[in-house]
């Protein structure tokens, strides 16, 4: 190899190697699409870490509390069908956002989903690849606000049609 085509090599590996940094911190930026799909991930596992993913006009206090609440009646509603909670975890798949309008401080984001059954994680990836069990439609409009510094969901989840 001649001096001339390793220093091209070299130069092609440190671009290679600088670009694949800048498109690590680009991933990380928070955005209010990724904000909604992080939201609707966990409340549809019902992961009480959603709590860090709304705005506090939903958070509320520990009285008026719409998570603890949400979490509280996907408990009932399950034991009065027979089942544990988990029964009612869904697993999204094929997630699809589109920022409908966005400024500084708040955004429309629109989230299209297929749902599974996830009682746990395998489950729900093995009905997807033998086709089994239900597959649920997702397709919601959802307000996110900018509140402390990251993008918070606002309005479109805590209905109860989401535990059936």
């Known amino acids: ?32 699409h990724r904000a909604v799909t992080a939201f609707a991930k966990c409340y549809f596992q019902l992961d009480p870490r959603m709590g860090t993913l709304v705005c506090d006009k939903i958070a509320g206090d520990e009285e008026n509390n719409a998570i603890a609440t949400y979490l509280q009646e996907a408990e009932r509603h399950a034991r009065e069908r027979g089942f544990e909670p988990s029964f009612l975890k869904k697993t ?9 309008q966005a400024d500084a401080q708040k955004a429309t984001v629109r989230i299209t989903a297929e749902m599974k059954r996830g009682i746990n994680p395998v489950f729900a990836y093995v009905g997807k690849i033998f086709f089994l069990g239900n597959t649920f439609h997702l397709d919601r ?23 059936g």
């Open 92 to 100: 999204l798949y094929d997630i699809r956002t589109e920022t409908l």
């Open 1 to 32: 190899m001649t001096r001339e085509n390793s220093s091209t090599i070299t130069l092609l590996i440190m671009i290679t190697v600088l670009l694949q940094v800048v498109f690590v911190f680009a991933d990380t930026k928070d955005a209010p």
């Open 141 to 163: 409009t959802v307000d996110v606000v900018f509140e402390g510094g990251k993008w918070k969901v606002c309005s479109g989840f805590f209905d109860a049609a989401d535990l």
